[in-house]
């Protein structure tokens, strides 16, 4: 069965590096997302992506994130210069259509800031 | 803003008893609801949706029902198993936006 597939599983990284959290979709998906979610508490939307532009982003994705899809695979989002108050996991999402479609669910990635 | 309330936030059952969580949700725009099941270290796994042409649906031991007009939405497991045994979230979604608003999770624990 297809899954989302995530790496690494766990990052830990100074305050102020640069972080980058790869994501393999489903391969016939079209529609990307991430979300984190804070230990203990709900998982929030961070942005969505088509057609290689940004289709809707949160609050919480400011200038210090960005999200590519470099190749037909891969699917990355960026902290240029992470916070401690990053720390979370951070879980990608794919779909094959918008609104009325499921998102499969990485197994996510515990990012750790220091 | 968008918002969904989710109850209750932990939930112990004995196994073969049913368990029902209970979620709200404030935009009218919404249309699809999905149900995740989240085991300890993992991602969160679709278990079943709805969408808001449908007051019910069901799969086995799960169904879920969802009455727009009071803008509320629940899920039951019946004969509930140890494996059951997770934190439950709900989410809605709809109008011009695909991205999932998320309920706070249940946790959801079943005895032997």
């Known amino acids: 069965e297809p899954e989302v597939t995530q790496t690494p599983s766990h990052q830990v990284t100074q305050m102020g590096q640069e972080v980058i959290l790869r994501c393999v979709p489903i391969?016939?998906?079209?529609?990307f997302y991430w979300y984190r979610q804070i230990l203990g508490q709900k998982v929030e939307f961070l942005v969505s992506f088509y057609n290689n532009e940004i289709s809707e982003k949160s609050e919480i994705f400011d200038d210090q994130f960005s999200v590519e899809r470099p190749d037909g695979s891969n699917f990355t989002l960026k902290i240029r210069s992470t916070k401690l108050e990053d720390s979370a996991m951070y879980f990608c999402?794919?779909?094959?259509?918008?609104?009325?479609?499921?998102?499969?669910f990485g197994p996510g990635t515990r990012l750790t800031v220091l | 803003g968008e918002n969904v309330e989710q109850h209750p936030s932990t939930l112990s059952v004995q196994e073969g008893d049913s368990a029902v969580i209970k979620c709200t949700y404030s935009?009218?725009?919404?249309?699809?609801f999905p149900w995740y099941k989240q085991e300890l270290g993992k991602g969160p796994q679709l278990i079943i949706d709805?969408?808001?042409?449908?007051g019910e649906k069901k799969d086995q031991r799960i169904a879920v029902t969802l009455n727009k007009t009071a803008k509320h939405f629940s899920l039951h497991i019946t004969e509930t198993q140890p494996e059951d045994s997770a934190v439950y979230f709900c989410?809605?979604?709809?109008?011009?936006?695909?991205?999932?608003?998320f309920g706070t999770g249940t946790r959801l624990q079943v005895f032997p």
């Open positions: 935009d009218s725009a919404s249309n699809y």
């Open positions: 999402a794919s779909s094959s259509d918008r609104g009325y479609g499921e998102q499969f």
């Open positions: 989410a809605a979604s709809g109008g011009e936006s695909d991205k999932l608003i």
């Open positions: 391969s016939n998906h079209l529609y």
């Open positions: 709805i969408r808001s042409n449908v």
